[in-house]
């Protein structure tokens, strides 16, 4: 089945700021963000954080492994067959974020209930502490009993690179295919924040 959709014929909707951070500041909204808020970030190498395209290029250099660009195959291989070690650096190097921009500050200094977060980097701990806010990260691995009534936590759904170790490769930093498309890690987390 095919659709013939002309995306000329979407229109831009305006967005009443004001009525948005009105609704944020009931301490009742939630800020969830995936890959695009990392984007005009800085990490330790000083580059932005790469996307998934380009992580896996990076684990196949590090793994001296043909170029692929699918995160879920190179990084399965890699997992199997290279030195954790090597990857766990790449990883903290490209995810170890040193510096936001002004509007990761002002999007973070909002009234958020709570922070879910598909990233593994600490972009949101970041912004938040230099907006004057100290926030724990914590990840689907954590028992929720004592967080789900916090309003001062970041979520991390596929990992947190703070907290990343060797072992955490294998389930909590979600990189392959078996870790990342499985939900049994979330479900079985009990973590329902």
């Given at each position: 089945?095919?659709l ?10 305006q967005?009443?700021t004001?009525?948005l951070i009105?609704?944020i500041?009931?301490?009742k ?12 970030t ?5 580059q932005?954080?790469?996307l ?7 684990i196949?250099?590090l ?8 995160l879920t ?7 199997e067959?290279?030195d ?5 650096n ?6 170890t ?7 990761h500050?002002t999007i973070?200094s909002?009234?958020w ?8 980097d600490?972009?949101?701990?970041l912004s938040c502490?230099q ?15 004592g967080y ?10 596929n990992g ?9 490769l294998d389930?909590e ?8 498309v499985s939900?049994?890690?979330f479900?079985?987390?009990g973590?329902?924040?």
């Amino acid at each position: 089945m095919e659709l013939n959709i002309n995306t000329l014929d979407f229109k831009l909707h305006q967005v009443a700021t004001a009525d948005l951070i009105s609704r944020i500041s009931t301490g009742k909204a939630l800020l969830f963000t995936g890959a695009g808020f990392s984007l005009n970030t800085e990490n330790v190498s000083g580059q932005e954080p790469p996307l998934a395209e380009d992580l896996a290029r990076m684990i196949s250099a590090l793994g001296e492994m043909d170029e692929d660009t699918s995160l879920t195959y190179v990084s399965e291989y890699y997992l199997e067959y290279k030195d954790k070690g090597k990857l766990l650096n790449l990883l903290k190097e490209c995810f170890t974020i040193k510096k936001v921009s002004e509007f990761h500050k002002t999007i973070c200094s909002l009234d958020w209930k709570r922070f879910y977060t598909t990233n593994y980097d600490n972009s949101i701990e970041l912004s938040c502490l230099q907006g004057g806010k100290r926030i724990e990260s914590i990840s689907s691995i954590e028992s929720p009993e004592g967080y789900y009534k916090r309003s001062d936590i970041c979520l991390h759904i596929n990992g947190s690179i703070e907290r990343a170790n060797i072992e955490s490769l294998d389930g909590e930093i979600k990189l392959s295919d078996s870790s990342y498309v499985s939900p049994d890690s979330f479900i079985e987390s009990g973590c329902s924040l």
